[in-house]
């Protein structure tokens, strides 16, 4: 698992060093780019939203796992475990919600300005 994170991490750090390398480095013969490349702002809102449904999945089955152990422990505090599982739930769902939406925001954003 953690070789999968490393090379997740590797993958992210090569392709954010990469955008900067193509720049035009001043000398004389050199030109600036017409207009900037929006590619690696589709590819981040992206992963971004991926990136949060996954989190948003992993904390809620967290949270329902955990409270079906404790309510196996402890059945006669299964109301008050329930009533703070679902809170928990809403909050991290209302989370995922807003990171998704601001991550397609970005995406519909990046899109208008990419080159077609």
Not at 18 to 32: I, L, N, R, V, Y
Not at 39 to 56: D, F, K, N, Q, R
Not at 62 to 74: K, S, T, V
């Amino acid at each position: 698992m953690t070789r999968i994170i490393c090379a997740a991490l590797m993958a992210l750090i090569v392709l954010t060093v990469a955008t900067p390398a193509k720049a035009a480095d001043g000398s004389p013969g050199m030109t600036a780019p017409a207009a900037p490349d929006y590619g690696l702002a589709l590819i981040g809102a992206g992963i971004g939203a991926g990136l949060a449904g996954v989190g948003g999945g992993l904390g809620i089955g967290a949270i329902g796992g955990r409270a079906c152990e404790a309510i196996a422990r402890q059945p006669e505090a299964g109301d008050r475990i329930f009533t703070t599982m679902i809170i928990s739930a809403a909050l991290v769902e209302g989370f995922t919600f807003f990171a998704m939406i601001v991550c397609l925001l970005g995406w519909v954003t990046g899109r208008s300005f990419a080159p077609h």
